[in-house]
Structures are given as C-alpha cells and as structure tokens.
C-alpha cells in the first residue's frame, strides 16, 4: 500500500530515493517485508530546503537556453511564420527536443552555447561549425551545424534550401557513424557570431531502418562536406542532483595539429580552430 498527502510530496519521495544499482530514482521501499509505504506531509517542503535541491536549481539555470528554442519554434508555428513542419502535430524534431529531462538538458545547452562560443572568428566567407550532440535516450542523437554566409541575396529560394540539405547529410552521416542511432535531430542556425538575427531549421530523420542504398547514398554525398572525419569524442556525464564534492566527469580525445579540424571547415586544426585554444 502506497499513501502520500499531495503530488509534491510523493515527487519529494521519489528524487530522495535513489537506487545506485540501476541508476534511477523509484517511488516506494525496496526491502522485502515492507507491504506499506507512508509519505507524510511537508516532504516537499523540507526537500527544497536542502543543499542539493539548491544545486540543482542553479544547474538547471543553463538548461532554460534549450526550452527558449522548443517555445521560439512553436510561438513561429502559431503565429504562421514557420516554414517546412509543424512540431505541434504529431512527432517532429521540436516534440523529440521536448522529451529531454531537465538534467539532460543541461548537457545539451552546455555543448550548443559551447559550439557558438567556439565558432571560428574568420574574415572567410563561408564557414561552418557542426557539433553531435548524444540525448539522454541512447538511440537518439543531434546534430547543431552552424553556417557563416556572407552577401546572401536570395535568403529563401537558395541559401535556406542549401543550408537544409547540408543538415540532412550531416544527419546522415552521423548514423553512418553511430550505428546504434535510430533517430537523428538536425538543428541548423546561422552562426550568432555574425548574425544578429536567425531563423532556425530542424530535421528529424527516422534511421530505425537504414538500408545499403541509404548509407552508400549519404556516404557519397558527405565525401566533400566531410562530417565526422575527425576522431574526436566527448563523454559527459550529468545527474539530477549535482555532488558539489565531485566535479563533471570531461574526457576529451586530443586533435593532431595536422589533423582535419573537429568544426569541419576542411582545414588542418592547425591553421583553424587551435588558435581559439
């Protein structure tokens, strides 16, 4: 028998009660001659009160930046002023974005507002940024590619249709490469570093089935655009409730100077992004 005095008391219960062996938060006992579980009144109360609920609202801080993007995509949805899909009907790349947790979301922000930061400072006139992004859900994956134009004339007709069919092979090829990956969410933007405004594209490419004709097709056309060349990983690792006694696990491959570089602008990391080191 489960009792509990209100839905805020039983989430209080269910964050305090952690099982380390499958790595998740349950609602209950796990000892075996327990058959009645009570959760008095006033857990919430006493639950936001403790050191690691604060830790966690100051870590979920950074996680808004991802919530900013589903609400501008569905506002320009509402308001007419969005072209290609609708993400409030039916699965969409927006309605995948949505089901990231709060503390996953944290990690995507985190790599997103990294990737801007980075974005090479260059007087060339094309340039591009794309970072792979894992989800909290291990089959899924995105891909956030940036692009630096500059003297686009025709915004519609050519460059936005150019920048969507280079998200869909980058899309591509990250199943190329990830072959566990059974969906894949593009987002592609123009770099902030260079625009003050944007207008943003999504894609959501289901790779539970990928055939030969699929890989062999988005191989070839990746052979020039080059994504995922590099051999450079980086493994995360976030929790609900940040340990202020252990830091974020970051482990990161190092790129030989005369490697391709990671951001995929076809140049040797030496004379590319190293100098933002």
């Not at 008095?40 to 609920?53: A, Q, V």
């Not at 570089?261 to 004379?271: E, R, V």
């Given at each position: 028998m489960l009792s509990y005095c209100g839905e805020e008391d039983l989430l209080a219960h269910y964050y305090l009660n952690f099982d380390e062996s499958r790595n998740k938060h349950f609602i209950g006992t796990s000892e075996k001659d327990i058959n009645c579980v009570m959760i008095?009144?006033?857990?919430?109360?006493?639950?936001?009160?403790?050191?690691?609920?604060k830790r966690k609202k100051i870590a979920d801080k950074i996680s808004y930046h991802w919530d900013r993007l589903i609400q501008i995509t569905c506002q320009n949805t509402l308001d007419g002023t969005i072209g290609g899909f609708s993400p409030l009907m039916g699965r969409s790349a927006i309605n995948e974005m949505a089901k990231e947790p709060r503390f996953h979301r944290r990690a995507l922000s985190e790599r997103m507002i990294q990737s801007i930061r980075n974005f090479p400072e260059t007087p060339q006139r094309l340039m591009r940024n794309m970072s792979f992004m894992p989800s909290f859900y291990k089959d899924k994956g995105y891909v956030f590619l940036q692009l630096k134009v500059d003297g686009i004339t025709k915004f519609e007709n050519e460059y936005r249709s150019k920048r969507q069919a280079m998200l869909k092979v980058a899309c591509g090829a990250a199943k190329n490469k990830f072959d566990h990956l059974k969906t894949v969410v593009g987002i592609a933007i123009d770099a902030p570093k260079y625009s003050r405004t944007n207008a943003e594209d999504f894609i959501l490419m289901d790779c539970s089935v990928w055939t030969?004709?699929?890989?062999?097709?988005?191989?070839?056309?990746?052979?020039?655009?080059?994504?995922?060349?590099?051999?450079?990983?980086?493994q995360r690792t976030v929790s609900?409730?940040?340990?202020?006694?252990?830091?974020?696990?970051?482990?990161?491959?190092?790129?030989?100077?005369?490697?391709?570089?990671?951001?995929?602008?076809?140049?040797?990391?030496?004379?590319?992004?190293?100098?933002?080191?």
């Open positions: 008095g009144e006033g857990e919430w109360k006493d639950f936001i009160e403790l050191e690691i609920y030969d004709e699929q890989r062999e097709y988005y191989e070839e056309a990746n052979e020039g655009l080059a994504f995922f060349k590099t051999g450079v990983v980086e609900e409730f940040p340990d202020s006694r252990r830091p974020r696990v970051q482990k990161q491959i190092k790129v030989g100077r005369n490697a391709q570089c990671p951001c995929g602008s076809g140049k040797k990391y030496k004379n590319c992004c190293i100098r933002n080191k």
